[in-house]
Every structure is written in structure tokens, then in C-alpha cells.
């Protein structure tokens, strides 16, 4: 038997899409909506106290021109960039193997290495700050590029593993097996069959990684401190100490902080979806 369809009519139906939702949304959108228009006030309207009303004066490209032409905030940018697509790039590539292996090989510990990927993700990483700093000290990492890289590939791959290999376990072993008669080798199985399949779980999982990383701040603060190296998000946190209460200013650079995973987030939009639902139909 099919189940029933969830009725769409009703006091709580009414009450869900009439009241609950709009406030979701408002609630929502508020904070992004005041960066949004502080980015565009003028400083006299700021030190005026006109934080939430309607801007007197929109000083739309004079804000976002002056974060560019006053600080460094096309060098944040560039770091990000520089950090979080190899760290993205390698986090996957590593998870989606050993995603494979535990999902398709069967091997003395598959289980305990499975439960350890697990664990790991409970592990709150703060309580490792001093270990991974004073480990990056002693390496020659610390300040650099790579230290942040090599951070968020080790500690992203624990989480993305996990998502890979619950994707993998779901491609008929008899896909496989047909492949190895065949005498496939087992890196043209995975590239050739694995990968083509798992391809917008990949997709989901690149948009959701870049995302983290992008967005970190506390291991930018940790593992550098020179503008040089410094990601976007502990960039905006040093626009405070240049520009003071200069809130529009700040506001500006957030705005422009968000728009590579908004952008990423649209462009593999269809991917993305496909991938989280993959699999939500069966059984």
C-alpha cells in the first residue's frame, strides 16, 4: 500500500504557511538584509543612529569602491580563493577514495576505520587549537597557505568521507563485479563507473566543503596572522581596527565576502539538490 498524501488544507496547514513561515523567512533574511543596507549608508547617516531605518543617502559605490581601494580586501579574497579550492579539491579527492574502499572492500578493521571516520566528527575541534598551532610551528606551516590547506583537508576529510561512502555502498556490487570479470582494472572501476554515478554527490559535497571552509574564522585567527596569508573572514575582523566605527564599510566587505558561495551555490544548484536527494526515494 502507497501512503496516504499529507493533506494540504487544515487549521495547521493554515497556520504553518500563513504565520509560521513568513516569520521563518523574515527572521531569516533580517540580519542579511541589515548588512545589505548599512554596505550603502553613508556615514553621516551611521552617526546619525539610522541603523535600521530607510538610508538617506545611498552611497552604494563609494562603500564598495573605498573597501577596495582603501584596504586589503582583494588580497583576502585572493588567500580564500587560494586556500579553500585546493583544500576543497583535496578534502574530496581523498574522501571519495576512501569512501570507495570502505564501502566496496571488505578488510580486517573496515568496520572499526568506518567507526573512527564517525567519532571523528564529534570531536570538538577547538579543544585541538594549541596541538594544531604548535604541530604547524614545528612543521613551517605556520603563517603560510598551506597550513590552513592541510588543516582543512585533514579535518574535512573525516565528515566528507562519511557523505561518500554512504553514497558508494548504494552502487550494485553486481556493477562491479561484472567490471573486474571483464579484467577492469580497480582504478579504471573507480573512474570509469564510481565516479559518473556519484557525480552529484560530489557536486553537493564540493558546494557544502567550500562553504565550511570559506566561512571559517576561528582557524584563520589560529594558524596565520599576516595579511598576506589571511583568509576573508579574519580580513573583515581587521577592518574594525582601520576604520573604526566605520560600520558601512565593514557591512560592504561582508557582502562581498558572500557572493563566491552564493554564486558557487546557483551555478550547481541542480547538482546540488540531486545530490542531498540521492537516494531519498528507495527502499
Not at 580563493?81 to 574530496?92: C, D
Not at 573512527?116 to 603560510?144: E, H, K, S, W
Not at 546557483?266 to 528507495?282: C, D, E, N, S, V
Amino acid at each position: 500500500m502507497f501512503p496516504k498524501p499529507i493533506k494540504k488544507s487544515g487549521r495547521f496547514a493554515n497556520i504553518s504557511y500563513r504565520v509560521a513561515l513568513p516569520i521563518s523567512i523574515v527572521l531569516w533574511l533580517l540580519p542579511l538584509i541589515a548588512v545589505m543596507m548599512t554596505s550603502i549608508r553613508s556615514i553621516e547617516d551611521i552617526n546619525k543612529g539610522n541603523y535600521w531605518g530607510w538610508p538617506e543617502s545611498f552611497n552604494f559605490i563609494e562603500n564598495y569602491t573605498e573597501v577596495f581601494a582603501s584596504t586589503s580586501m582583494g588580497q583576502y579574497l585572493l588567500n580564500s580563493l587560494l586556500i579553500t579550492l585546493p583544500a576543497v579539491a583535496g578534502a574530496v579527492a581523498l574522501s571519495t577514495l576512501a569512501g570507495f574502499a570502505l564501502a566496496k572492500y571488505n578488510f580486517r578493521g573496515n568496520v572499526w576505520i568506518f567507526a573512527a571516520f564517525i567519532g571523528g566528527n564529534f570531536v570538538p575541534f577547538q579543544i585541538l587549537m594549541i596541538p594544531v598551532r604548535d604541530l604547524t610551528i614545528d612543521l613551517g606551516l605556520y603563517d603560510t597557505h598551506w597550513a590552513l590547506i592541510v588543516f582543512h583537508i585533514a579535518f574535512q576529510s573525516g565528515f566528507c568521507t562519511l557523505f561518500m561512502r554512504n553514497f558508494i555502498v548504494g552502487i550494485p556490487d553486481a556493477l562491479i563485479e561484472a567490471a573486474r570479470v571483464e579484467g577492469v582494472s580497480e582504478w579504471k572501476i573507480f573512474w570509469h563507473i564510481v565516479l559518473p554515478l556519484v557525480r552529484p554527490a560530489l557536486a553537493a559535497l564540493a558546494v557544502l566543503v567550500f562553504t565550511f571552509i570559506w566561512n571559517d574564522f576561528f582557524w584563520a585567527l589560529v594558524l596565520v596572522q599576516s595579511d598576506e596569508v589571511r583568509p576573508v573572514t579574519a580580513g573583515l575582523s581587521s577592518l574594525q581596527g582601520q576604520w573604526l566605527s566605520s560600520w558601512q564599510f565593514m557591512s560592504a566587505g561582508a557582502v562581498v565576502a558572500a557572493v563566491p558561495p552564493v554564486l558557487l551555490f546557483f551555478t550547481m544548484q541542480r547538482h546540488f539538490i540531486t545530490g542531498l536527494t540521492l537516494g531519498a526515494t528507495k527502499g
